[in-house]
């Protein structure tokens, strides 16, 4: 998870074996870090956990609290006749922000959260061998997608609260549909331009004759 624990000693223990369709079986391995003193294992852990989820959890606790405090104290610009309409306009604008930094905060540390007590549950949990197993097999997955699923939904949060992000990405869309139609109008064009040539040509023709004859 973290670069430095490249330089880390790793053991494999088999542990299950996979068996496709086929009926070919493949080893599954998990590997566990080798530590000389388990008490440097708890450090470690330790060190990781207050540097990645508990620093970054606590700085956007109190940077997103302050935006939110600063920008309802902040007074708005009314310019409408209609003062109360707009003043209420202005206060579900700032309503919908700070929702949008209360959804994105909590979204943070509930997808990060599973993954963390794992991690420190390993460490400090004494879990045996088979529970170990249970957790690394079925639970570490999950919670490894639940923490990477966070910033995925992040788009999605700021899409929904935001008009402006909205407008951009449906411009952007719109943008590339334009590009990708915009070589065919020619020739769309030069096949009509071809087809109704020989009837002006013909119909010329006639009217050539016509007035000869006269």
């Not at 309503?95 to 963390?116: D, G, H, Y």
């Amino acid at each position: 998870m973290c670069p430095s624990a490249v330089t880390l000693t790793v053991s494999q223990d088999l542990l299950h074996f996979m068996v496709d369709r086929d009926n070919v079986t493949y080893p599954l391995y998990t590997c566990w870090e080798a530590w000389p003193d388990q008490s440097m294992r708890k450090i470690y852990t330790t060190v990781l956990f207050s540097h990645i989820y508990l620093a970054p959890v606590t700085l956007i606790v109190i940077m997103y609290t302050r935006i939110a405090v600063k920008l309802v104290k902040s007074p708005a610009s009314i310019r409408d006749a209609h003062a109360e309409d707009e003043s209420r306009r202005v206060f579900r604008r700032k309503l919908r922000v700070v929702n949008m930094l209360l959804i994105v905060a909590l979204l943070f540390t509930v997808s990060w959260l599973p993954l963390w007590i794992l991690m420190m549950l390993t460490d400090y949990g004494n879990l045996s061998s088979a529970q170990l197993d249970l957790v690394a097999v079925y639970v570490f997955p999950f919670a490894h997608w639940l923490a990477f699923f966070n910033s995925s939904v992040n788009p999605i949060v700021y899409g929904y609260f935001n008009e402006n992000f909205r407008r951009g990405f449906q411009a952007a869309f719109k943008m590339g549909l334009c590009l990708v139609d915009e070589p065919l109008q020619p020739r769309r064009n030069d096949t009509w331009k071809h087809n109704r040539a020989p009837v002006k040509q013909l119909h010329t023709h006639t009217h050539s004759h016509t007035h000869t004859h006269t």
